[in-house]
């Protein structure tokens, strides 16, 4: 079996599906890469390249040199990065996505495109978005995903490209920090509830948006990926969450663990704004239907699930 190339690898993503790569093909089997520094701890025999994704040049050298068969392209900015930097997220979101699928044409490789729920808008129905639906958002992030979405269309049907994605929810993780979204208050308030016991929240507490357990997406990706193309009607962007939720329900959710957690709310305009032009909730029926998508984690499970690992974490990091 040729070998996968994850791009983005440092992210909150490929932090965790780098090694769940690994344990499911084979440590020898998955190549990270990132246009930051290869990470000092790499464990022996772990395969790290510094790659440019905007570089179509070094995507294709990764490629020849490890033989690489399929490509996990995470490597972009999210929304309110993207804000900041419009032109830098068209450069990076869609250069990169371009080169990584001009690639896959000429070496035949699978590819794995992450969309979002930013690929819809303020005209998109919020509750229970529909697979197929209007889509036309108010971000740049959101135009980058909606364009990406039709660029996978395009390389797939012109091409024959075995491209396939899903329009990921906010995700919550333990592992990687947060980087530049608008549904990073998530993951940022519980590292401040077992710190601090407050938080600060950038988004209003009634701002209702579908998340999603970082388990339950890495899981998404791989039954993705490896499911019977022929089942997959949707291809590259199967709505997938596991809850819909507010600020107010996640802090009361912690607050069931860590008694006296407060939190105040100093909402960030910008961050709020894209929050208001996304869904509610999700109809995630196609995944379910086409290859089995299973979310494992609700919200008490999540929660439960986020503080026990976190304190790990912490106690660890404060033990050295
Ligand atoms: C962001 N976490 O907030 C990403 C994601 C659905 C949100 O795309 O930009």
């Known amino acids: 079996m040729r070998r996968i190339l994850v791009t983005g690898a440092l992210g909150q993503i490929g932090s965790e599906l780098v090694p769940a790569l690994r344990e499911h093909y084979g440590a020898d089997r998955v190549v990270a890469s990132d246009v930051r520094i290869v990470p000092h701890q790499l464990a022996a025999g772990d395969i790290h390249e510094h790659l440019d994704c905007t570089q179509q040049q070094q995507i294709l050298e990764v490629v020849r040199r490890h033989e690489i068969g399929a490509i996990y392209h995470l490597a972009a900015l999210l929304s309110a990065a993207a804000e900041e930097k419009p032109h830098a997220a068209w450069k990076l979101n869609m250069d990169g996505l371009y080169n990584v699928l001009e690639v896959a044409r000429q070496y035949r490789c699978q590819v794995f495109f992450p969309s979002s729920i930013g ?12 697979q197929a639906t209007v889509q036309r958002p108010t971000t740049i992030y959101g135009v980058t995903k909606v364009a990406g979405e039709l660029l996978c269309d395009y390389y797939a049907a012109r091409f024959g490209v075995d491209v396939r994605g899903l329009r ?3 995700l919550i993780s333990y592992v990687a920090p947060p980087g530049g ?4 208050y998530a993951v940022e308030m519980f ?4 710190r601090y016991k ?18 339950d997406a890495i899981r998404a990706t791989i ?5 019977d193309g022929a089942r997959l009607t949707c291809r590259n962007a199967y709505n997938v969450a596991a809850m819909s939720i507010t600020p107010a329900e996640l802090a009361a959710q912690i607050r069931a663990h860590v008694g006296g957690f407060a939190v105040d709310y100093r909402v960030d305009p910008v961050r709020q704004s894209i929050a208001d032009s996304w869904p509610h909730s999700l109809d995630t029926s196609a995944a379910r239907d086409d290859w089995g998508f299973a979310p494992q984690f609700d919200l008490a499970a999540m929660t439960a699930d986020m503080l026990a690992r976190l304190s790990l974490r912490i106690s660890a990091a404060r033990a050295k």
């Open 223 to 227: 039954a993705l990926m490896d499911a």
């Open 191 to 194: 590292h401040q509830a077992l």
């Open 181 to 184: 979204g608008t549904t990073d």
């Open 168 to 170: 990921l929810p906010g």
């Open 119 to 130: 690929a819809f808008g303020p005209s998109t129905p919020r509750e229970h978005t529909p």
């Open 198 to 215: 407050h938080y600060s929240c950038f988004l209003k507490a009634d701002a209702r948006l579908p998340m999603m357990y970082m388990p």
